[in-house]
């Protein structure tokens, strides 16, 4: 049956592509392998004991409001208790102009099935976040790298690519991102919002890890300088627990018109009862002490990460210093490819992330690495880093 | 900035339609509003009381792997729990050949994803479930209608569209049909089995209500007849939750492979929370304490139902009788269009669906109308289907 079956697929599915960070997790899922290279939160850092009493609040509160089926934008107390969540992020938003998704990836999703329509050219950080890019391959799109340095996204690099053709959005994470780890300045911030405007461009900026930061100052979204040109996404995943996928965006009005229509037909609306534990997450004080909480847990995590490197890792490697986030990223000596080192890596049982994934271009980024510092503890981080030392010694 | 961002849509928004129930859904949450209109269980149906043990259960079992990102075909205990609760519907799978995804309606969105290229043609039951036309539209196909009778799908007229042209699939409701109620005899399922194999041919079966069976004998599902040629879909949302959104998909493995990397791409995987929450209540013997108090709520009020429309609709008007479901399909007189009653009934405060909604051909099935016995109690069934009737008669 399976060649009548295969006849049967749609033309997309030629353009659609495992993840190849998941597929590598597999490979590494062996019992005694440290792991650097997923991007989970600890399961330390979720507020399990909290959770007894906030489910318990959630049936007194909302009783079988929280477990019928709901109104595709989202369940309205979890909407407010968001719309003063962001405010605190310098994100103006009301109640009304946000939309709940499974995930942020599910946000992802529908923003590709609205906007992007096959050969459309969608531009990329470079380095650029691979779930993103799993989410808009199914509409078929081609992509463009906008250049970056240490400061993340280059503005002139993206005037140019918006001077040279039409691009039906930019992409990118602007805190801590994923890979790199890098922020954008607010200056760089404001400088790409007057280009955005200045050719009527659209960004979804992307923004998982901002409240992750263990140092420094905030500099707000790019949201708040280009409301009207800017699709601002985020998730609960890194602050409250990413199994009860709650994402959510906030997108200019045509835009948002045409998320909840495809969102109603993709998948009605978002779980009403992981939304009803959000709310009183965020409403009842937990968040306020727990993500204090979470950023003593990794703080100390990143400083073991980066006092190893430099103690273990040779000459000719250089890595990203981020101010917070999940990870550093690794950028080794010219000519290796760092999935010959991830192999030998994996003998000695230590897994990371070849860089050359998080690149369109084949060839690009061979010799960096994506290491994760959240997952596991401190002396398993020093003796991982080690390892990878020794690993790259005898490279 | 309206215009601008409008030229960004995909040509797909063009195809995309909102969910015209729900429209008429939010016309009607008036105050006071009696409605036979909507699809939703009763939120006495759902486990409460239960809920209180089943999250501590959670909690205490599953911990932090309750909480964390999972894998994308599910969480394995829910899994393991729906492959045993499937046995007892005649349906064989085991745990690793089964896809969880947000509601039914997302394996439908991720069905329509993988195996739709725009202007391929899907067959539909006529009437036909619009929340499927709702997820099938995004990805532009066209659509044709199968005859039905009293009986359900005719598959003289299946073949002879089978015949006629290329179908990429047929989708249907085998059981109690949403909207008419209507179920497949066994000897129609075994016949469909033998046309969709002997051309080839792909099913979507649809099955979210066989478990509210008040009376008679389950059929086995088509898919116990063609398991190679059918892609077998359900919930758990009208026997647990449907705020949870648990859906999950059962599929010939070249479709499941693309389903699984579909829904990758769109969400990563489905909230783990939800799905630990379920595999309780399948494995903790909740659902089988559940399932016949459900029944034994909404059989009373389908009684109540079809006695008082003996009682006061006027000549002229007929319907199904269901052994169980949450729908009953009306046929007014010929000439009549149920919209105008729809809304002179409003003016009296009882909604329901006109059944033209549910035809994809313009014209067709305005004397039709659905009505909702699962939502509200007996005496107000027992009021609102007098008014009906008096609307009827004045009309």
Known sequence: MSKPLERLLSQRTASMQRNQIREILNVVSQPNMISL??????????????????????????????????????FAPFREALASYLAGKSVRAGAEDLLVFNGSQSALDMLGKVLISPGDIIALESPSYLGAISAFSAYEPRYISIETDDGGLIPEALEAALARQPVKFLYLVTTFQNPTGRSLSAERRQAIAEILRAYDALAIEDDPYSDLRFRGEAPPPLHHFAPENTVYVSTLSKIFAPGLRLGFCLAPPPIRKWLYTAKQGADLHSNTYAQALAAEYVTGGYIERQVPKIIELYRPRQETMLKAMAAHFPAGYRWTEPEGGMFIWVEGPDGIDTEDLYWKAVEKGVAFVPG?????????????????????DEATIQGAVATLGRVMRDF
């Open 37 to 74: 290279a997923g991007g989970l939160p600890a399961p330390e850092s979720f507020p399990i004991e909290e959770l007894y009493a906030i489910q318990e609040a959630v049936l007194d509160r909302f009783g079988a409001d929280a477990l019928q089926y709901d109104v595709t934008e989202g």
């Open 356 to 376: 050359k994934f998080f690149f369109i271009n084949e060839g690009e980024g061979l010799p960096t690495m994506r290491l994760n510092f959240t997952k596991v």
